[in-house]
């Protein structure tokens, strides 16, 4: 990595199945922009494919931005070069870039975890409190408002299933 080289390309891995996270990035995809922004599902093929270096599973647990010359930002710096890269947001990400301001952009990014933990750590109806970071579709669970979430196992064509 050229730290050095310019950042002419931004592009942000996020969360997909975390509602914060695509709130987050509905709004960045509405926000005129200085240096164009990706915005790419965290752990998708995709990703994996464009930054096979990555330690996919840590982008889902702290937001991830990697610049085009290969440039790795995560956690409250990823904020700051995010907010950086838009228009009418950049003068705030001069602010936040001081030392007093990382402390602000820091505890913003606590902030936005812990309500992402608290999220994804409900007590499931019936259930006993599930101790993984997040229920995700790809592994089988399904979210109803009414009856919260639910596990369906992969079904099998043939009959057999492979032991997990």
Known sequence: MNATAPVRRLTVLYDAECSLCAFVRDWLLRQPQLVPLELVPA???EARRRFPGLDH????DEITVVGDAGQVYRGPAAWIVTLWALREHRPLAHRLSTPSGARLAKGAVLA????????WNQRPRGGARWGG?????????????????????????????APR
Not at 57 to 60: N, S, V
Not at 112 to 119: C, E, I, L, T, V
Not at 135 to 159: E, I, K, L, N, V
């Open 43 to 45: 752990a998708s093929e």
């Open 57 to 60: 599973g840590a982008t889902l």
């Open 133 to 161: 970071p997040v229920y995700r579709r790809a592994d089988g669970w399904a979210y109803d408002p009414d009856a919260g979430w639910t596990y369906s196992a992969p079904g099998c064509a043939d009959g057999t299933c």
């Open 112 to 119: 936005a975890a812990k309500w992402r933990g608290a999220q």
